[in-house]
C-alpha cells in the first residue's frame, strides 16, 4: 500500500532563514508527486508537482522540490521564507495511473517575523 | 473560471442526525474525490468518484457513510447517525482524469457533531 511520511510535524524558522521539509514515500511502482500548502482556514493549494523529467521542480511562491528516487523522497525547499509562509504543508503521491492522493501528515510551519 | 464549490460552509448537526455535504466540481472535471481532515492529522482518503460511478471507496466507513456523484448535480456526502467523532473538515477535489492533470480542492465544509 502507499503511504507519505513527513518528518517534521512543526517547524519555526525566522524570516529569510532557508526550508527543508521532508517527505518520504512507500510505493513499488512509479508515481507522480505533489506538495499542497494549506493556510489557516483556507483550502489546499498546489505548490508543486513532479510527473517525469527533471526531477527537480520549480514551483509558485519560490519554493522547490527535488524527486529523489533512490531515496524514494520529494522533499520541499525555499532559501528564504516569509512571514506569510507561515502555513501547513502536506506531501502527497499517487500512483502513475491516476486515482486518489495519498497524504502525509502534513507539516506546520510557524515563520516568526 | 469557478474553482470546486462545498456547501455549507459549516454545517452543525445534533447526534443521530444526518449531514448532507455537497460538492460541486470544476466545470469539466468528471472525477471527484473526498477527503476527510481531523484535528492534528493530514487528510484521509474517503473517496473516488466519476458520473455515477464509485471507482475506490476503499476509505469509506463500512456503515453510515455513503457518497455519490449523479449524472446531473452536485457530488454528495452524506453521513447518517451522525455521532461527535464524525466532526471534522470534509474536502472535496476534482479533477478532468488526464494523467498530467493535479486536482483542485475545495474551501470544505467544516462539520460540529453536537
Known amino acids: 500500500a502507499q503511504s507519505v511520511s513527513q518528518h517534521n510535524h512543526h517547524v519555526i524558522l525566522s524570516e529569510a532563514a532557508s526550508l527543508e521539509l521532508g517527505c518520504n514515500y512507500s510505493y513499488g511502482g512509479t508515481v507522480n508527486l505533489f506538495w499542497y500548502v494549506q493556510y489557516p482556514g483556507q483550502h489546499l493549494q498546489l505548490l508543486l508537482k513532479?510527473?517525469?523529467?527533471?526531477?527537480l521542480v520549480k514551483g509558485i511562491k519560490g519554493f522547490e522540490a527535488e524527486f529523489i528516487k533512490s531515496k524514494f523522497s520529494f522533499n520541499l525547499r525555499k532559501p528564504s521564507v516569509q512571514w506569510s509562509d507561515t502555513a501547513e504543508y502536506f506531501c502527497?503521491?499517487?500512483?502513475?495511473?491516476?486515482?486518489?492522493?495519498?497524504f502525509g501528515q502534513g507539516t506546520e510551519l510557524s515563520v516568526k517575523p | 473560471n469557478a474553482g470546486v464549490m462545498q456547501n455549507p460552509r459549516h454545517l452543525v448537526r445534533r447526534r443521530g442526525q444526518e449531514a448532507r455535504l455537497r460538492c460541486s466540481p470544476v466545470k469539466g472535471h468528471s472525477h471527484v474525490y473526498w477527503y476527510r481532515q481531523l484535528p492534528e492529522e493530514g487528510l484521509k482518503f474517503m473517496v473516488y468518484l466519476q458520473k455515477e460511478n464509485i471507482i475506490d471507496e476503499s476509505g469509506m466507513p463500512k456503515e453510515r457513510f455513503s457518497a455519490e456523484f449523479p449524472k446531473e448535480g452536485p457530488s454528495i456526502l452524506r453521513i447518517q447517525q451522525v455521532v461527535r467523532g464524525d466532526s471534522a473538515a470534509y474536502f472535496c477535489?476534482?479533477?478532468?482524469?488526464?494523467?498530467?492533470?493535479?486536482?483542485?480542492f475545495g474551501s470544505g465544509t467544516r462539520l460540529t457533531v453536537v
Open positions: 502527497a503521491v499517487r500512483n502513475n495511473q491516476g486515482g486518489k492522493l495519498i
Open positions: 513532479y510527473f517525469s523529467g527533471d526531477p
Open positions: 477535489a476534482s479533477s478532468p482524469g488526464e494523467l498530467n492533470y493535479g486536482y483542485t
